[in-house]
């Protein structure tokens, strides 16, 4: 009887493991990047990891999680719901989450922020209206509820999402040189190797070798 039991629950385990593998997928992507390719809420979600950092990999239990959160939508309904995701890593839980209707703050350490900042804009389209300004939330709020990405009528390609917003300014001196002015159109002339640094640190180097090439290159 225990036997019998014992089998039937491992039986449960290998079809849920399965149900939970199929929703892996290989992104055609070529590069030196590792991906990896999950299929939730009907949509293919393509995960940068960053295999030098221990929080930019992506973790068996958020899959899980995931399909957890998806095959139970209804018993546990996400839509409309503030959730705050702790140490996100590479943000699967968070697009997921946001796919689901939940409203998501996602948080990690400075050094993850940046390649979990790139997935999540990558992978959740329009829903996510903010990104933290001055480099992966190391702004006060006051400050980045200032800017806004920008949202053009049709579809995002991952590079347009880090486009931001320029208000309209009246008055031509003091209008244009508002924080909320000057900052997105100052933004939004940087390289892609700018916008996308993983790092405090990685960002400075990037601009510094965009300024130099700018002044003398
Ligand atoms: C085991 S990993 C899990 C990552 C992700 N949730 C997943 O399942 O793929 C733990 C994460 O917590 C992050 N972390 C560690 N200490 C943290 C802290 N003090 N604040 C925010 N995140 C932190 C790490 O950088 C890492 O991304």
Redesign the pocket.
């Known amino acids: 009887m225990e036997d019998s039991k014992t089998k039937e629950g491992a039986a449960v385990d290998a079809e849920l493991a399965k149900a939970i593998m199929a929703r892996r997928f290989s992104p055609s992507l070529i590069g030196t990047e590792a991906w990896e390719g999950y299929i939730f809420s009907d949509m293919e979600i393509r995960i940068k990891e960053s295999t030098d950092l221990?929080?930019a990999v992506?973790?068996p239990?958020?899959i899980v999680l995931c399909h957890f959160l998806e095959t139970n939508r209804d018993e546990y309904n996400l839509t409309d719901k503030n959730v705050i995701e702790?140490?996100?890593?590479?943000g699967?839980?968070t697009i997921v989450s946001s796919l689901l209707g939940a409203k998501v703050t996602s948080?990690?350490?400075p050094d993850?922020l940046g390649n979990l900042q790139y997935n999540v804009m990558r992978n959740t389209k329009d829903r996510c209206k903010y990104i933290p300004l001055s480099l992966n939330g190391l702004a006060p709020e006051y400050l980045s509820d200032l800017v806004k990405v920008h949202q053009p009528s049709r579809a995002l390609r991952s590079a347009d999402q880090m486009v931001l917003d320029v208000p309209r300014s009246f008055m031509k001196t003091r209008g244009n040189r508002a924080f909320a002015v000057v900052t997105p159109t100052l933004w939004n002339v940087l390289p892609l190797s700018v916008w996308f640094a993983n790092s405090l640190s990685i960002f400075k180097i990037c601009l510094k070798t965009h300024l130099f090439i700018l002044a003398f290159g």
């Open positions: 221990y929080g992506l973790w239990s958020a702790l140490g996100a890593g590479t699967l839980v948080t990690d350490l993850v």
